[in-house]
């Protein structure tokens, strides 16, 4: 089958296989590009993207979905390592973080639903693109830095920095097994962003 190939302005790459002429192909993807470059693009990130990181952002997901924001984020997760990634295929999320995203029920909507997360590792090119890299630990800002080759725009950031929180991690649960602080720290570090977003003009409300 015939493909197109489309590259939006943040770099992004599209291979659309299609019956539709080149020119249609590229007035839908200069429409979504306009779409996607006017969201508030937020990368979660960890060591391995099996626990931490997958669990901010489905949880994320669920809070602004369950708050009429979700049409003003594209929301993703990533590792800063490749111990969960085999050949070219990342690991799901470690099924007690799935256990626990599914108890507070996170997961029953098309937007939320995690079941088809794999882990992949953060490049420099997600750096160009997301507004914000939200870390859960100063060696993961130091690991992204090192794949990005720095933070010249303050991108990166832990994320219970926006809780008031400085310097401090999200709880690790692969050493603990301890879900529920994980959980918390999270929505401490959200509901913090959130409020951030709100209070500099970014969102309408993180209510």
Not at 17 to 36: A, Q, R, W, Y
Not at 49 to 75: H, T, W, Y
């Amino acid at each position: 089958m015939q493909s197109y190939e489309y590259v939006m302005p943040s770099g992004r790459f599209y291979e659309l296989p299609t019956k539709l002429t080149k020119s249609m192909v590229c007035k839908v993807m200069k429409s979504l590009c306009k779409v996607m470059e006017n969201k508030i693009k937020v990368l979660m990130i960890c060591h391995g993207n099996i626990c931490r990181s997958p669990m901010a952002e489905f949880v994320f997901k669920d809070m602004v979905e369950k708050r009429g924001l979700k049409d003003q984020f594209e929301i993703k997760s990533a590792a800063t390592s490749t111990e969960e990634i085999w050949g070219s295929v990342g690991n799901p999320i470690y099924p007690p973080a799935q256990r626990g995203l599914k108890a507070r029920g996170i997961g029953g909507t098309p937007y939320t639903n995690w079941k088809n997360k794999r882990a992949v590792q953060v490049t420099k090119h997600d750096y160009m693109y997301y507004d914000y890299l939200l870390c859960a630990d100063s060696n993961n800002i130091r690991n992204t830095m090192r794949i990005t080759g720095g933070d010249p725009d303050s991108k990166i950031e832990l994320l219970l920095n926006y809780a008031g929180r400085e310097g401090q991690s999200i709880a690790d649960p692969w050493y603990t097994g301890d879900f529920s602080t994980t959980y918390n720290d999270i929505v401490d570090g959200l509901e913090g962003f959130l409020k951030y977003l709100a209070t500099n003009g970014a969102i309408s409300s993180c209510v």
